[in-house]
């Protein structure tokens, strides 16, 4: 269930990823909050989650490319620190009491184009640091860390809350990054084929980006399952991500709970997903990986339909961790898939359009939600989004059998 842990640079990255991830969702706790506190608008909870994502609508795969191209080690530890540097100004910033909204937007924005840039590099680099044999584990095991993370982060976010205030989330967040860095410094291996030099040189050819970005769409183009995982992530991105940064209004507005409450909600989800996680990391190299892409969205979707229209505080908190669970089970497969079903040349690229997917789907899928939560309410609009998925998902497994099969 742990073997990958056997490899000494997937454990250093795994237990830095781990301390970072942690440190980014006591941020993400305490800054729907802030927004809320500031705003009093759904709708600018809506715009800072499309501030946060909007760059990976350009960047990522650009991304994908450098992940291709250059040392996908260094370019993790330059966008990491960037983005711990984003998070110690905000907290500076609200310390000082000087903070706005508009402030918040724009260091949003700083961080996501960190993550656009560096998430392919983080995808791939998995594979770069246990090989064929152990990457489905290594897959499993990094999605566990992450759940990990959001279990964790929120519930530290509610005790640093009480001790430190805000302005201490965000400035533990800063600090958590220095640790992925560290780890990072640590790794060492070889990749075949990318030495330094032979980047520099294929980055300052003459065409080679457009050229290998083109040669990356023309790959996914022509394989149709590659393709089809690829849009059933944009399509739960789109109508189903939103829920995270609409859930301090459930908070606040439907449960009457503080940002402690917050906490909880958000961490619920969080369990669900952690349980998916080591779910798939003990079933191991498991067959009919297809049906869990397309079961685990339908119950996300499902759940979040149900979560969404509740108004019991107990069966809110049943549904979130039922989500999480879905929702993991889909995605870390499709992960799974797809490093699976790609060539290693394309990995990077890949990795890319993958993000791309979930990451260039989520700020529309932002702007719509917070646009339509103004006139129709949060629950009502998470609620049609969850259908819509639901459908989506429902039509896809009975008309593609090749997906099925997978």
């Known amino acids: 269930m742990f073997r990958s842990l056997r490899h000494r640079n997937f454990r250093l990255f795994w237990s830095g990823a781990f301390l970072s991830n942690t440190g980014t969702w006591m941020q993400a706790v305490a800054q729907g909050w802030l927004v809320l506190q500031l705003s009093n608008s759904p709708f600018w909870l809506g715009v800072d989650g499309f501030m946060a994502t909007a760059p990976g609508m350009v960047l990522t795969l650009a991304g994908g490319v450098f992940a291709d191209l250059i040392d996908r080690r260094k370019l993790l530890i330059y966008t990491q620190a960037v983005a711990g540097l984003s998070a110690l100004t905000l907290g500076v910033l609200v310390m000082t009491h000087v903070v706005h909204i508009w402030m918040i937007l724009c260091l949003s924005f700083v ?137 301090p209004v459930f908070a606040r507005d439907v449960f009457h709970l503080g940002e402690t409450g917050l906490a909880v909600l958000m961490g619920m989800a969080g369990a669900g997903a952690l349980f998916g996680a080591l779910f798939l990391a003990y079933l191991g190299g498991f067959r009919r990986k297809g049906w869990f892409v397309l079961g685990g969205d339908l119950g996300f979707a499902l759940c979040l339909i149900l979560f969404s229209l509740s108004t019991h505080l107990g069966m809110s908190l049943f549904f979130l961790f039922a989500l999480g669970f879905g929702i993991v089970c889909s995605v870390a497969v499709t992960n799974m898939l797809l490093q699976k079903l790609v060539t290693d040349e394309m990995r990077g690229r890949v990795m890319s359009m993958f993000m791309l997917s979930f990451v260039g789907a989520m700020p529309i899928g932002n702007l719509i939600a917070g646009s339509a939560s103004q006139r129709f309410g949060v629950p009502h609009t998470l609620a049609t989004g969850g259908a819509i998925i639901a459908i989506f998902v429902a039509t896809l497994a009975a008309r593609s059998p090749q997906l099925r099969e997978l």
């Not at 992450?146 to 400035?171: E, S, T």
């Not at 030099?197 to 040669?215: C, H, N, P």
């Open 111 to 247: 961080t996501g184009c960190c993550m656009a840039l560096a998430g392919p590099s983080y995808m791939a680099l998995v594979f770069d640091l246990v090989g064929h044999e152990d990457l489905a584990n290594a897959i499993a095991l990094n999605s566990t860390q992450f759940q990990l993370a959001r279990v964790l982060g929120p519930v530290f976010a509610g005790i640093g809350f009480k001790l430190f205030g805000l302005a201490g989330c965000f400035i533990a967040n800063g600090i958590s990054s220095v640790f992925v860095v560290v780890a990072l410094l640590m790794v060492k291996f070889d990749r075949p084929g990318a030495t330094d030099g032979e980047a520099r040189r294929s980055v300052k050819q003459k065409g080679v980006f457009i050229g290998d970005l083109v040669a990356g769409l023309r790959y996914v183009a022509r394989r149709p399952r590659v393709s089809t995982l690829l849009m059933i992530s944009a399509v739960t991105s789109l109508f189903g991500a939103p829920y995270i940064y609409m859930t």
